[in-house]
């Protein structure tokens, strides 16, 4: 098989099936850190999203059930976020810091203690999201490229359009980058910084939620420990390379996302050892950022991720 | 940062009481029995020669890794890399471990040892680098980096130093390069005594020399902001001193790395999880970001993680359970406002002058 060959249509799903994690995620960062928040705890919110979703779908065997937990969980994951960090002040990167190390060590926790299971928890009570079928795009040549994903993979263009717009064409939108670009002007202009910063943090969690429910239930219907894998790590860097931008977060994920698609068909065609496969989006995400050093040392364009 | 405190001292008791609540409920909730978590805990921990010696042995990498959490942020970096230091560190010691013949012990140690903290001290560069000449997130790049770093050395395990046949390990290190474990039945070893004695000159060197304020101008008061103008006005080079606190960490993390290899468990292979790094992070945060703080802090969650693994034994409870403990703990120790709301109160403050004169 020629290398070529890889690049057909199942490469274009696979694209896009990974860029759904990455872009949700990102543009959660993207968000936070135009509002001026670092907000480094996105990967405990997507782990705590993930596994209350698989539990609650494991219990009620229902997955809209699943579906709320995860995102309750990822939201008060996001208020306790915000709590630490603009209520009591401790320091955002702390913070942060602190949520993911008790999210990963919390929900390993719970999976042991609860299910009994060390490394991952699967069960055929645990009800999964199916992928959604257009059937008036059936026989056209759009079915290959539009129909069978799950809802977040739709969802991601809705959330970057409706973020484009937000920002863009609202008077939110205005005050969430004054708030980023310069806090004491903003509020001089009557804009309350404390309060943009929690709307985005909630936001925040709520888009995390998304994508971390995307890996247990859509994706995969299991829990597995750091499942997330660094992907809120990811999220951020493709927020900064995409200059905190929802478009350009977007375009940053699905570079990510591609990376991914490539190696995943790479495995299948070339027997190459699987750890070198799953290094590539972390060295893809290195290569990023040194992608972004040198954007800044050109000073083509202003620093994205905000300097707490 | 400020020196300890009384305040602090009681916003970590304050914090430590709720966290026992918070503990009780995660345990009854889940159907198991505090009391006996709680005698598990402490006879794991505490109680014989072995439990004492094990929990020795837990809290020396942990010594290690919070000095060199405390090192680049008190530089002004986050490095939350230390992880993926300590994994290369340890399978590069390893490594010499084994390839080097006819070297005497006392050499063949310290060159082993020399190697983990120079691969680790590497291992940082790129991120030490990219901060301070292009403005990149060093906290981003070490976190990547701690995954590039776990796929890195598991496939060097699996492939280029695999010796064994059957499974992804490397092997054995030479009698020459071990440190000598002391106690029968225990990993403890005489890498307990390097950590302290490195986490002490680091306190030397910190808070006593030209050299060690040179480093901290560059970040000390102002944890979570980066090298400041401030130095550069007082002539110090705050980038040089940025760059160098975190190869100081890489180095330290890459040493903790290859004390684990030659002090516990001889050979890397590939199932070896280290997550001392970011242990690290919280541990450096306990102790105030003060070296001494850090030795501290650190026999003290290597008792009770030690303590932990004999509760995962003996009952249904989770050893992470440890984890989450203490990550509620840093949520309020790292609370500022917790902290200084409660100057409001005259007898705190009072005790609190009281005993930073005592120091004096």
Known sequence: ?308 | MDKFSFKDVLVTFAGLFITTLVAWVLITSTGNNPSEVAKYLYEGGFKGTRNIANSLYQATPLILTATATLISFRVGMFNIGINGSMYVGALYAGWAGYKFTNLGHLSHVTLCILIGMTVGALWMLLPALLRVYAGVSEIISTIILNFVAVLFVSYMANGPFRADPIAPATARILETAELKQIFPNSQFNTGFFIAVIVAILAHFVLNKTTFGYELRSGGDGLVGVYPSRFSSYLGIPSDRSAIIGMLISGALGGLAGAIEVLGAVRYFFQELEFNQGFDGILIGILGKLEPIGAIIASLFYGAIKNGGFFVDYKTDVAREIIIVLISILIFFVSAQKIVKGLEKYPIVKKLDSFFSRKKM
């Open chain 1, 1 to 308: 098989m020629e290398w070529i060959e890889i690049f057909d249509i199942s490469l274009l799903r696979s694209l896009l099936r990974s860029t759904a994690p990455i872009a949700i995620v990102g543009m959660a960062a993207a968000i936070c850190s135009a509002a001026g928040v670092l907000n480094i705890g996105l990967e405990g919110k997507m782990l705590n999203a993930a596994f209350a979703g698989v539990a609650a779908s494991y219990y009620t065997e229902s997955m809209w059930a699943g579906l709320a937990a995860g995102i309750i969980a990822g939201i008060v994951t996001a208020v306790l976020f915000g709590l630490l960090s603009f209520t009591l002040g401790a320091d955002e990167v702390l913070a942060g810091l602190a949520i993911n190390i008790f999210s990963l060590a919390g929900t390993t926790y719970l999976m042991r203690t609860l299910f009994g299971q060390a490394g991952f928890f699967s069960d055929p009570k645990i009800v999964g999201v199916e992928p959604i079928y257009f059937t008036f795009l059936e026989g056209t040549f759009l079915e290959p490229f539009l129909s069978g994903f799950t809802y977040s993979v739709y969802l991601m263009f809705f959330i970057a359009a409706g973020l484009h717009i937000l920002y863009y064409r609202t008077r939110l939108g205005t005050a969430i980058r004054a708030t980023g670009e310069n806090p004491e002007a903003a509020e001089d202009a009557g804009i309350n910084t404390v309060r943009i910063k929690w709307l985005v943090t909630v936001f925040s969690g709520l888009l995390a939620a998304i994508s971390g429910l995307f890996l247990s239930l859509e994706n995969l219907t299991m829990f597995t420990e750091g499942m997330s894998a660094g992907k809120g790590y990811i999220g951020l860097v493709a927020s900064s390379f995409g200059n905190a931008t929802p478009l350009g977060t977007f375009g940053a994920s699905a570079f990510f996302g591609l990376g991914d698609a490539i190696g995943i068909r790479l495995q299948g065609v070339y027997e190459l050892d699987s750890r070198l496969i799953l290094m590539i989006p972390y060295a893809l995400t290195v290569v990023v950022l040194i992608l972004i050093g040198i954007r800044q040392r050109l000073k083509v364009r202003p620093v994205a991720i905000p300097e707490s």
